[in-house]
């Protein structure tokens, strides 16, 4: 084992493999194309198919006949000259896969025809041999392939019923012509790359289009135009497997256990295979997302950065200074910028490490195989004391932003109804106007503006978003998505503040999810939500309110409206879960293209967040006010107790199983304390007979003053409460309700000092009943003297001051 030099000591980070969100399918990426029956038939063979290509006596498609046979020739009989099996061999060979630069080589410049026509012939016969399957082009090749229409042309000669087929199940799906056109030519690039029909497209080929495009230079750009909408077209005519999108087939779901320890590059096998079977022993009893933790945690931050300061470390058992090497590695955090700041997460690092050397000890006791790695913990108890007080901390820090933002939250309520209102009727007001119309709205001037894109053929049937151009600053504004995030941000607000449930939650509510319920007391019908289990797996049903009610009705209504009278049915990815689950008519759904999607936990968040920018809220150091999902929930919980609901309510309707996990969301306000207390006073005194709270007469009142003079004893006060009688016959030295005043010491000394000699006294004369008695009272004296002296060290004579503050209310 070598020793890393303490220069450096520093953290290790593992491996970013493990961070990759998407399956990469670089293995379907240049594989053997197909060997199709035509690539050994001859050049005469392969001109008389030709006719066999649609209705090609009376087809206007391809131009004059005799020039298209004879640029099919010239390829034919140039491709001939090169080595090969076949003609794909041989097209491959020659290099003419790559892209279309070739074709110049075969212009005459002083030919009869034009360059013009001598391209347009030699185009007009490479379609021709491409339709008729004779060799099969490459994904850069059609990428650089500009010749017109050939995927019209594929669609109209290969299996044209098959594509009308996919072309009307694309309509379905999307409105927008010109994202059925991009599925159609990329459901053509793969029938002419593959050299099979429509109904023979497989999963596979489709994810390696998705790679090729990802390597391409447009990757940059964003997404792959069409192929999404192609995999829905294409399910109802080829077997794609079981994802319904490529989205779910891309996906990683819950990988293995093997493959997430691998990620960490482990060089220690034997150490390896023990994490391995640690894992697979506790991955039952976790969620996917608390198991990929501990991943992360034994086999990341613990063992492979060990490895990393330690190479051939090969024991669990660890020396001490490498222990205490690690340990002070992960206390400091460096940021982006370079800086360091200390860990706050420091001690819940060290737990599962220190449960994972616990876990075996115990399990050695019934299976041999962990003997052998039954070590001492690296992590001492001592490591981990200070757990409580870190969770203490972090549950005040969470009620002082409860007590930040719970006042300012009908402020941030009002700015996102303003807000939502303002944008609808702003898309009215642009949605009336033509382009370059000038209308004016809320004192600003605007023009309707079309995008250039769509001033194209290309997208000349497509719809395009209402844009328009503010006549002050130039601006662009996209005012359609402008009131789209200005509705979700509304909505999102409002139901996490009357429902308090969980972000995953709030994008889990479905149009099945909302029951009625029966009072049997009243038979009254109240309407109620249910929340399918998110973190803890249990059900539960919340009351709609009336605001919520009209909150959901609204957003039911605007799904209706835009996908013809119907809520649509949307799958789920559960990014935590790495799942999909079945297709609801979920309510938090939004149109991406010409899909249906829940939108993510950090769309949500940013919808919040521009709400919140349009507004000034600060904190008490001046501050900008962030609000998280999570912060209205918390909110929600602390005014809920506050407004009187039993926090045991409470904890059912946050769907919480340990009461303290409820309280230690609600926040107390100094304000709420001052009059609970005084509610309680107020309510032990209505208990208590009214006699009691009487004016006391003139006797009743000396007899009170007379006891407190009666407590008045040699060495200090009597504790006794008012009205009772002394239970210990007077012997003040021994009683516990003795109260000494500090100018007693002297005489206190003085007793002591009586009593040992009086014991000293009855020994002498034999007085062994005195003598025990005797010890009593000195036993209780020293005690007295003991708790005196004490009291004078914690609390001196003179008075000190404890800066306690003055509460105040905050400012409005």
Known sequence: ????????????????????????????VGAQAAVTARETLSTSSVLELFPTLGNWPQSALFGHRAGHVHGARTILEWLEGHPGHGWQDRWLVSGADRNLDWIDSFIVEDCSRSRTTQRAELTAGLTSLLLCRIFLPSYDFLASYKAY???????????????????????????????????????????LHTGRDADAITADDLLAYRTW???????????????????????????????????????????????????YNIGCKPIRDLLVRYLDERRPCLDYSSFTGLVGALAGTFWADIEHHHPGIDSLHLPEQVAEGWKSRPRTVVGRDGTTRPRGDYIQLLMPIRGFYRDIQEWAHDDPYWVQWSAPSP???????????AKRKTTAAMHQRVRERLPHLPVLVDAAERHKAEQAAFLAAAEQAAVGQTFSHAGQDYCPTRPQAYQ?????????????????????????????????????????????????????????GLVSYKLPDTGEI???????????????????????????????????????????????YDPHERVTGPALPHLFQHRRGWRWEVPSQATIQKWVTQTLSRVDLTDAAGQPLRYTAHDFRRIFASDAVASGLPVHIVARLLGHKNLNTSQAYIAVFAEDLVRAYRTFLDNRRSLRPEAEYREPTEQEWREFQAHFQARKLELGECGRPYGSTCKHEHSCLRCPSLRLMPTARPRLVEIIANLRDRISEAKLNGWSGEVE??????????????SLDRAHDRHPSSPVNLGMPVITDPPP
């Open 1 to 28: 084992m070598t020793a890393t030099p303490p220069a450096q000591q520093q953290r290790f980070r593992p491996s970013s493999r493990r961070q990759s969100v998407s399956k990469q399918h670089d293995h379907l």
């Open 149 to 191: 229409k050939l995927y019209a042309y594929t669609r109209q000669v290969l299996r044209p019923e098959l594509f009308a087929r996919i072309e009307a199940s694309a309509q379905q799906l999307e409105g927008q012509p010109r994202s059925v056109r991009d599925a159609l030519a990329v459901i053509s690039k793969l029938v």
């Open 213 to 263: 495009h990802l390597r391409g230079p447009k990757a940059v750009e964003g997404g792959t135009p069409g192929l999404s909408l192609a995999w829905a077209a294409l399910r109802g005519v080829a077997d794609l497997g079981e994802h319904s999108t490529i989205k779910e087939a891309v996906r990683f779901g819950q990988r293995p256990t093997t493959e997430l320890v691998d990620a």
């Open 379 to 389: 992590v001492r108890k001592r490591d981990t004391a200070g757990a409580q007080k």
């Open 456 to 512: 194209t053929s290309y997208y000349r049937d497509c719809v395009p978003p209402v844009q328009v151009e503010d006549l002050t600053t130039g601006e662009i504004i996209d005012v359609g998505r402008r009131e789209h995030e200005a509705f979700w941000a509304w909505a999102s607000i409002e139901v996490l503040r009357h429902t308090g449930i969980r972000i995953e939650e709030l994008l889990e509510i479905t149009h099945l």
């Open 526 to 572: 109240v309407p109620m939500s249910r929340i399918v289990p998110s973190k803890g797996n249990e059900e539960r049903l919340l009351l709609v309110g009336p605001e919520l009610a009209s909150v959901l009705a609204t957003v039911i209504t605007r799904l209706r409206n835009e996908n013809g009278g119907t809520v649509p049915l949307t799958t789920r």
């Open 773 to 786: 008695g005797l010890k009593v009272s000195l036993e209780a004296a020293s005690r007295k003297l003991v």
